[in-house]
């Protein structure tokens, strides 16, 4: 992996959010190509319930001041970053105050899933690539983890299609057994398509369940990674259908190898 770049967008990482599948795997995978040599970013939204005192989060002042436009709304987009501590890694938070400012990361003291989620991920997927872009830094490798991030294989096969700094960048998606229970906003088709997006690509939409969010990710990406034992049937039956390369789960002791073999065999190619 020496000098390959690794460009990792999750909705959650240790130690900024509490241990689950996807936060200590979006830690441990770029920690392992980090020591391996390889050059990384890690990307993940700010969301209120993160304590930027204790975490050291500033601003990068050159990086924040741009507005997104979210459903024909300009967001402004700030952009602030901390270290890892006792680790090389710099995490980069997509912040905005109406989308992020809340306590919380994606559903409310009763466990329901926030009404503004789906334009939360359009502004994340958004976010991120043109935080890169301004970085001037292209990534080999894009690893996407949690449906927060699910956009991002679809807004850059589609709406950046032809941005040259990604223009040899491989998306790998992790599916994970993590998603939400009903659908995000009945409307989450038309803020996509207001981008330009042709609908066939996103036909799945018009019905935002987890399984249809994670379909359109697997189909806009290049190779796909099993993150769980056990992933929803639907993901299941889906992952036979497509012609990208899978990675079947593995083990967190067993992970590195094998991230690194597909990375090398299966997706860089």
């Not at 979006?26 to 993160?50: C, D, L």
């Amino acid at each position: 992996m020496k000098d390959k770049r690794i460009l990792y967008v999750s909705s959650e990482v240790i130690p900024y959010l509490p241990e689950t599948e996807i936060s200590s795997m979006s830690f441990e995978a770029p920690r392992m190509v980090n020591n391996k040599g390889g050059q990384i970013r890690i990307f993940m939204p700010r969301y209120g319930n993160i304590n930027e005192r204790r975490h050291q989060l500033h601003e990068v002042i050159r990086l924040s001041g741009m507005n997104l436009v979210i459903n024909d709304l300009d967001m402004p987009l700030i952009i602030k970053v901390a270290s890892i501590p006792k680790e090389r890694m710099q995490v980069y938070f997509i912040d905005n105050e109406d989308y992020f400012k809340r306590k919380a990361t994606l559903t409310d003291e009763e466990g329901k899933l926030f009404p503004d989620n789906d334009e939360r991920a359009i502004f994340f997927a958004k976010g991120v690539i043109e935080t890169v872009k301004k970085l001037n830094w292209s990534p080999d490798v894009i690893h996407v983890h949690g449906w927060l991030a699910s956009l991002l294989p679809l807004y850059l096969k589609n709406y950046y299609a032809n941005e040259p700094l990604f223009g040899q960048s491989k998306i790998v998606t992790s599916v994970y057994n993590n998603g939400y229970d009903g659908i995000l906003d009945k409307n989450m088709l038309g803020k996509v398509k207001f981008d330009g997006i042709d609908e066939e690509k996103i036909s799945d939409l018009a019905q935002p369940t987890y399984s249809n969010l994670m379909k359109v990710a697997v189909d806009n990406s290049d190779a796909i990674i099993v993150g769980s034992e056990e992933i929803p049937s639907e993901l299941v039956e889906h992952l036979k259908t497509i012609d990208q390369p899978v990675l079947e789960y593995k083990k967190p002791d067993e992970f590195a190898d094998a991230y690194e073999n597909f990375y090398q065999t299966e997706v860089l190619v």
